[in-house]
């Protein structure tokens, strides 16, 4: 039963969040220095030659928000015996991911000299991917409701 097909979303949209924690968000250069928004911190580049990071900021709870929301997705695999449960976990998650994602453009706009000129990385789109995840993970969930029904008719 675990090898559903809303499991495999799931796990998708786990290891999309978790990427969230090494993958910049936000990326600007003033004049040589480098400045890089992660979810755990602002972090900048003092010279390209040297290549050495220096953490300016820390980014704590957000960091714990990335972490918790990727729990969430993770525990909720193992709820595939209560599809009920599963799916209104699934949308309380994307609820989460949402608000996640917010913080995440109110932390983005702390980057030195502000979002003008800034490059999104590929951190700022992680989000939706993950929220796109888990509702192909809700139609799974659906189809074998489907699925379970259609099953119960026939007996």
């Known amino acids: 039963m675990i090898q559903r097909i809303q499991?495999?979303?799931l796990f998708l949209a786990t290891i999309?969040?978790?990427?969230?924690?090494?993958?910049?968000?936000?990326?600007k250069e003033i004049s040589g220095a480098?400045?890089?928004i992660y979810t755990?911190?602002?972090?900048?580049?003092?010279?390209?030659k040297t290549g050495?990071?220096?953490?300016?900021?820390?980014?704590?709870?957000?960091?714990?928000?990335?972490?918790?929301?990727?729990?969430?997705c993770l525990m909720n695999i193992f709820n595939f015996k209560r599809r009920s449960l599963q799916k209104r976990i699934i949308i309380f998650t994307i609820a989460a991911i949402g608000g996640f994602a917010f913080w995440c453009s109110v932390y983005a706009k702390k980057i030195p000299g502000g979002?003008?000129?800034?490059?999104?990385?590929?951190?700022?789109?992680?989000?939706a991917i993950a929220i796109?995840?888990?509702?192909l993970a809700i139609f799974g969930i659906n189809k074998d409701e489907r699925l379970i029904r259609s099953a119960e008719r026939l007996r």
């Open 40 to 48: 755990n911190g602002l972090y900048q580049t003092l010279s390209a």
């Open 52 to 72: 050495t990071e220096l953490k300016v900021q820390s980014f704590m709870p957000l960091l714990i928000t990335n972490i918790a929301v990727a729990f969430m």
């Open 115 to 127: 979002l003008e000129g800034a490059s999104f990385g590929a951190g700022a789109y992680l989000p």
């Open 16 to 27: 999309t969040l978790i990427l969230m924690l090494f993958l910049p968000i936000t990326t």
């Open 132 to 135: 796109l995840f888990c509702v």
């Open 7 to 9: 499991s495999i979303w």
């Open 34 to 36: 480098e400045s890089e």
